[in-house]
């Protein structure tokens, strides 16, 4: 490869992606980028913030910033690709990974991932659209996938607050106790100024069709339409819960009559109690605001 053609690449990687089970993706990555000829920066640190403020360091203007890790990699991702202006590349090495399976990466090979990058790399970028949400200190964050606001945000706060047992069995756990505590909460929802408000079980405001390793919560969601697709779920018992839940994978949950799609530019969401997840990240107590950046994102895919 000539130095004409060569990039700068800064590549942050999480250790811990798929809870320790790639922890050599990183170092793969980066040996392959590099014996393509690219001026490779690797970028690994023990807890997410200082990952952040160093990959936010290494950063250039001629940069592209490649994450290798799951959905919380992509986050962090987006949010530094967005705010410095430069493309994004991923490698996708985690439990969730969907933002990569809506961009067609390959999943479960790194060297298929890099494969395609390097592909990508000697094109033009992609663009697509990045949410925006705003909380109520006026802090605004990029996230590309979904916005939780419901029962799976309060199954992750739950989640997060367990010390045992470890990995992801600590979700399965939070997920039993909030299904016995399951009740609809009081939600105030806007759309593009319309109102939405009611007793919902799930909210969530998604610029893509899925999350959580592939929950098309809605599947007809599009990176590059200038909207998002918020889906709302009017009250459930359990076990109707659990019989619309696997119907979730295959998108087909969206038959139900208890199942509300509408699609915006702008929306709020309010409920007492309720701190918002963004792509798996934690991102703030309700309420949220989200508009979109339409294209706001350069993605080598």
């Not at 202006?85 to 479960?108: E, K, M, Q, S």
């Not at 000697?122 to 006026?138: N, T, Y």
């Not at 047992?165 to 399951?182: M, N």
């Not at 998604?206 to 592939?214: D, K, L, T, V």
Request: net charge neutral; hydrophobic share 45%.
């Amino acid at each position: 490869m000539s130095p004409k053609t060569a990039r700068h690449l800064v590549v942050a990687i999480n250790p811990q992606a798929s809870f320790g089970k790639n922890e050599g993706a990183g170092q793969q990555v980066i040996d392959a980028l590099v014996a393509a000829g690219h001026d490779v920066v690797g970028v690994q640190e023990g807890n997410y913030a200082d990952l952040r403020a160093k990959t936010r360091a290494a950063l250039r203007k001629d940069s592209v910033i490649v994450v290798v890790g799951g959905d919380g990699m992509a986050h962090l991702g987006v949010e530094l690709a967005t705010q410095a202006d430069v493309p994004l590349g991923l490698i996708p090495a985690g439990t969730g990974n969907d933002l990569a399976r809506h961009l067609a990466i390959p999943l479960g090979s790194i060297p298929d991932a890099v494969e395609r990058f390097l592909s990508a790399l000697g094109q033009k970028p992609q663009r697509i659209d990045v949410g925006i949400s705003r909380g109520p200190d006026g802090t605004e964050t990029p996230y590309v996938c979904v916005l939780s606001a419901g029962f799976d945000a309060i199954v992750n706060e739950r989640a997060n607050a367990i010390k045992f047992p470890k990995g992801r069995h600590r979700y399965t756990v939070a997920l039993l106790i909030e299904l016995w505590k399951l009740k609809p909460l009081s939600y105030q929802v806007s759309i593009d100024g319309k109102d939405f408000s009611g007793e919902y079980l799930l909210v969530a405001v998604a610029n893509s069709q899925s999350f959580g390793g592939g929950m098309k919560v809605t599947p007809e969601a599009s990176l590059v339409d200038g909207l998002v697709d918020v889906l709302l779920l009017k009250p459930l018992g359990r076990l109707e819960f659990l019989r619309i839940y696997p119907r979730v994978f295959k998108g087909t949950h969206v038959t139900d009559p208890r199942v509300i799609i509408a699609r915006g530019a702008s929306v709020r969401v309010d409920a007492e109690g309720v701190i918002a997840y963004a792509d798996g990240e934690r991102m703030t107590p309700l309420p949220v605001e989200v508009r979109v950046a339409p294209l706001a994102l350069q993605v080598f895919a």
